[in-house]
């Protein structure tokens, strides 16, 4: 039972690498309108479910009671950066809790950004949690535990209010059963669950209508989409895909990366949600590939697929500028 | 024709990524000892090789001319960290055959390693050639063009004296023929041939014991084998994969990595020559195949199975320092 090849890296005329993996589009009520590999093998979403476990935060009145504004949305849905506007806003969105950044439970690390870490290192600084890609989310974790009349501390641990409420919404929302001996530690300390791509792919395609869920949530799902088509920024950061890809189709395509070569999107005007995974973790990967399917099904003129060419296919360039060789999905 | 799993990632009770690939161990006189996967599917060896295109800088009586130490030979054949040792090694040598760091043309890049970028960006500095990884090959290409009496400008062009060499050098060593229809361009802008991995793995057993070779190619082989086992840190850099396994095992093995998930390898007590590379290019894979292989055939006491324990099986932590899980091959 072998996965096909998801995208393929060339150097002069030769394929170089290969990266195999599965991929499901699915409509709102489950139906498929296009699977290639194996999307029932239960797969870590990683990141790439953080809008769905951003739910219980606005379901709950959390970000409303806070006055959360629509780029902490964004920022509470993302893996950023860490670039000094999602630092500060991460601090914000804390500070209205009347929390500090003491209380993130998701360790530090530097930005992923290359200009913002040296940046950081020249002004002789260390990095903080703050600079966490994770750091939005988890300052809507802790919104969430405040607005709950919760203790934010621990709020990471699978038996917390906080992460009983995500695991909540995740699994009504994907209709696949959550369990315990499928769970991992994500990167930034919070649960993981094992679940198939199929049931991301739904959840994805409900989260992009509203279909199947009840109005408050339905209203939350719509409001996290408008918060990210408009703070694409937000969503992940300088030159990064989600960023480009919104930025270029604004709230025709929500698109969220996450560790290990996960992919999770939705594209509402045509009621489907995708999923897809590299088994090897490549994230060069399943972004060509998540690029690759959304130009197959969403229609385009013919200047946004001009604009959108680099997101389905990628230059890869040396030390010296020069060209040597792509990132594309093999059919490309 | 599908390549077997090299390596896999685990988190929690889960695998959550997969990495494919080939490998093959032959001895000195091209029997095949072990072979898993394509090892005929034509990959291109990248860094992986750099000890055999060094075999000229020693044959042609440069590094004798100009006085090269043993870290010199060995940082020749590195793929290097960029740390302030690496620059200036690089830098001494260039200057030994009268030239700069401007005559180096792998292009700039921030150090691999982060305290040594750090280090650099606090000090207000940008990076120079010197840092690219490469720098050291690059350094030992001028030494070579300097001594055969040929401009340096230019050396890393196919058509240079030096590339000649090179090529020349790498097609006898393998035997197997560096066609330009099958050249890529290298990240430091030298050509990369693709050649099967089986002809790798007899490259670097003839390069491991000197079989087939004549008397001068011998000794350069030996000296490059013994400046590595004695200098380590130059082949890679602090925590690396190449420097803490050749730092543990000396002379019994040589091993250097290459970009996109390539690995050759020479066990001399045993007259073994390695080569695998991943599919996917991921170096985390191919690191782990490789220990799992030198584990399989290097006999080894207890203690120094202990401590080769890490080199083939890495721990996973996130950013709490959390262990969530492995990488390991699928036997181990």
Excluded at 108 to 130: F, I, M, T, V
Excluded at 156 to 163: L, N, R, S
Aim: aromatic letters at 6%; one cysteine or more; charged letters at 20%.
């Amino acid at each position: 039972m072998e996965n096909p090849v998801l995208a393929e890296v060339t150097r002069g005329n030769v394929v170089e690498s290969r990266h195999r993996g599965a991929a499901i589009v699915v409509d709102a009520d489950g139906a498929v309108v296009f699977a290639t590999g194996d999307i029932e093998r239960p797969v870590f979403p990683r990141s790439a479910v953080k809008a769905l476990q951003a739910l219980p935060l606005l379901e709950s009145g959390a970000a409303d009671r806070y006055g959360l504004t629509e780029a902490e949305i964004a920022l509470a849905v993302s893996s950023h950066s860490g670039e000094p506007l999602h630092a500060e806003t991460s601090l914000a969105m804390l500070r209205k809790a009347g929390r500090e950044a003491a209380c993130l439970e998701c360790g530090a690390h530097w930005p992923s950004n290359e200009a913002a870490a040296r940046a950081l290192a020249r002004s002789g600084a260390e990095p903080s949690a703050l600079n966490n890609n994770c750091s939005g989310k988890h300052a809507g974790f802790v919104c969430l535990s405040c607005a709950l009349d919760e203790d934010p501390a621990g709020y990471v641990k699978a038996g917390h209010p906080v992460q009983q409420a995500v695991r909540g919404a995740l699994e009504t929302v994907t209709g696949a059963a959550h369990a315990a001996e499928r769970m991992g530690t994500d990167g930034c300390s919070i649960p993981t669950y094992a679940v198939p791509l199929s049931a991301l792919a739904l959840g994805f395609a409900r989260f992009g209508t509203g279909r199947g869920f009840g109005p408050e949530r339905a209203k939350a799902a719509a409001r996290i989409r408008a918060a990210a088509a408009a703070h694409p920024f937000m969503v992940a950061g300088t030159g990064r895909f989600d960023t480009r890809l919104m930025g270029l189709l604004g709230a025709r395509a929500f698109t969220k990366t996450g560790a290990e070569g996960v992919y999770c999107a939705a594209l509402p005007e045509l009621g489907y949600g995708i999923a897809l995974k590299c088994d090897d973790g490549a994230g060069r990967a399943s972004e060509v590939a998540l690029g690759a399917l959304i130009a197959r099904f969403l229609p385009m003129d013919e200047a946004t697929q001009a604009a959108f060419a680099p997101l389905r296919q990628a230059v890869l360039k040396n030390w010296n500028g020069i060209e040597v060789g792509r990132v594309r999905a093999p059919q490309d």
